[in-house]
């Protein structure tokens, strides 16, 4: 039997185990598992992208080599090549740029660009709750990343023949 959903769900979990969001709530509970449940309708390969799509980017400097992941350790547990390219799409590079280089990227790729828009929902109602904490940090993620990102994800997604018409909106 080949890798399933369940599988992509237990491997974030033990990934990202300790790891929680801004708010001190579990990483996987509060921002993985809202994801992945968001792609359900797009099919097995879109939820299990959602629910490792940070796994690669959050676990490359892990002091525990066991806990570390990369694309070459996600193809040997039998992950997808298409969730694997497509956590690779939305797998930001140290140093890399996030609107010209990741969220560039991440719009190329349909599964990738799908994966995006559903974070960038998250995201963007997660700064609902950071602006009563922090209104000047939300302000300049929302205006800064968040709504851009979401223009060129959208338009590419508007501009694709094939897959466009996805959206989470």
Do not use: C, W
């Amino acid at each position: 039997m080949g890798f399933s959903v369940p599988d992509a769900h237990l491997l974030a979990l033990r990934a990202h185990e300790g790891q929680v969001d801004a708010q001190g709530r579990d990483y996987y509970l509060a921002h993985l598992r809202p994801i992945a449940e968001a792609l359900r309708p797009h099919g097995p390969y879109a939820e299990m992208a959602g629910v490792l799509h940070d796994v690669v980017e959050d676990t490359r400097d892990h002091p525990d080599p066991d806990r570390r992941y990369d694309l070459t350790r996600l193809r040997a547990l039998g992950v997808p090549e298409v969730v694997v390219e497509a956590v690779d799409a939305v797998t930001r590079r140290p140093g890399e740029p996030y609107i010209s280089g990741l969220i560039r990227r991440s719009a190329a790729h349909p599964l990738g660009r799908l994966v995006k828009l559903a974070d960038n929902k998250h995201n963007l109602a997660a700064n609902a709750e950071l602006a009563r904490v922090d209104p000047d940090k939300a302000r300049s993620l929302r205006e800064g990343r968040y709504r851009p990102a979401r223009r060129i994800l959208l338009a590419a997604e508007a501009a694709d023949p094939v897959h466009g018409g996805r959206v989470l909106v």
